[in-house]
């Protein structure tokens, strides 16, 4: 079973707030939730998996998120990982994929670099008669943990999808995210200096353009933020209720009165519960429309129109989900007087990790394609101009 105990999700919840203070890694958290088959939820049951839905997968992010948003976010890139296989063409790669996954390898996630364009600097070579890569990620989420790490890399002047062992020589990952929010998420530095690859961990990106799993995984990528930050939302309700419920004075009333029956501070918790209830409820909706999808997809009866549906309706869970619970969040700390700031309670983690994932694809942007798409049927493009001419859309002046 790869749904997650609810022993470990109460011993997840219980340190949150202290491994979030003082930084430390989850690993052994981590490691526990894939020898549990956390990771192996969607390896489908002819492969030996439990062959869950989006739906049930994306309610089991939901709860890990709530008992530790970190740990529910450092599976982000492995679980695409896991999804981008149910397009792969190849029956053996698919199989062994599969096969090592059921054994709980873990794999990361690095995409990002530091520069001025999106072009790619890390490279991959012919040298010395084998392949090898040289270069350095950032934001590469997970890959502290990871057993294989999925990149991006320049090849013949093409990009191109590299995986690789994180146990070989010339990888090195770095604890160095600086961010003020999600900070377990092992989202730093990842070298890669003179790695021997396997030219079967090799393929040009232009193999997937299909139609299909471009904006499958788009929309893949976003939910599970998603999923974290409705996570975030149930877990400021469970504090503000376990901050609340013992305390017996309000400010500004002598001697003792229950703030549990003070009206305002009810009003403040229901609205807490509302956001968290609205935010699962959205996100479990655009995991069924991805589910649709790539039902028909499995089937042979792959649908361009349904996928691109149901990205967007990832993109407008996105403006429901990430307003409501950074707002929430923010709104926590009128349960309490000053004490509810207190450090050693951790409650301000929980808007800064609310906060945090919520710059990953800035939802302005995504609002923006909505808008193109519901005006002028365009179908958004990641690496779409901003402001692009009557030529690029097809448009006439």
């Known amino acids: 079973m790869s749904e997650p105990s609810p022993d470990l999700l109460r011993r997840l919840r219980e340190g949150a707030a202290d491994r979030d203070r003082d930084r430390r890694l989850p690993r052994a958290e981590i490691r526990e939730l894939l020898d549990a088959g956390f990771g192996a939820a969607r390896v ?71 520069s001025g364009t999106s072009d790619l600097a890390t490279t991959l070579t012919e040298r010395d008669g084998g392949l090898r890569l040289d270069g350095r990620k950032y934001y590469t989420t997970g890959s502290l943990y990871a057993d294989w790490i999925d990149l991006s890399a320049r090849h013949r002047g093409e990009d191109h999808q590299v995986i690789v062992s994180t146990h070989v020589d010339g990888v090195e990952s770095v604890d160095d995210w600086a961010g003020f929010g999600q900070r377990l998420t092992g989202s730093g530095t990842t070298t890669f200096t003179d790695v021997v690859v396997d030219p079967a961990r090799v393929r040009p990106y232009a193999l997937d353009d299909d139609g299909f799993r471009h904006p499958y995984l788009m929309g893949f990528f976003q939910l599970v933020l998603l999923a974290v930050v409705a996570g975030i939302g149930r877990a400021a309700v469970d504090d503000a209720v376990a901050f609340v419920q013992p305390r017996r004075r309000i400010f500004g009333f002598g001697g003792e009165a229950l703030p549990r029956q003070d009206p305002l501070v009810q009003s403040v918790v229901g609205r807490l519960s509302s956001a968290a209830f609205a935010a699962r409820a959205t996100v479990l909706e655009a995991a069924r429309s991805l589910d649709t999808a790539l039902d028909g997809y499995r089937l042979g009866e792959g649908d361009p129109a349904a996928f691109t549906r149901a990205q967007l309706d990832v993109y407008r869970a996105q403006q429901t989900v990430l307003p409501s619970v950074i707002q929430a969040t923010g709104e926590l700390f009128e349960v309490g007087g000053a004490s509810s700031v207190d450090v050693g309670r951790g409650l301000d983690r929980h808007w800064r990790n609310a906060r945090t994932v919520a710059t990953h694809n800035p939802s302005v ?20 101009p901003q402001n692009p001419t009557p030529a690029a859309t097809g448009a006439s002046s």
């Open 44 to 114: 489908p049951v002819e492969h030996g998996g439990e062959g869950v839905d989006l739906a049930t997968l994306f309610a089991r992010l939901i709860d890990l998120a709530a008992a530790d948003s970190n740990v529910a976010h450092v599976f982000r890139g492995h679980l695409a990982f896991v999804e981008q296989q149910h397009f792969e063409p190849d029956a053996a790669r698919r199989a062994d994929w599969y096969g090592r996954v059921l054994a709980g390898d873990f794999v990361g996630n690095a995409q990002s670099e530091l």
């Open 365 to 384: 942007q995504r609002q923006r394609a909505l808008g193109d798409w519901e005006l002028n049927g365009v179908v958004p493009l990641f690496n779409q």
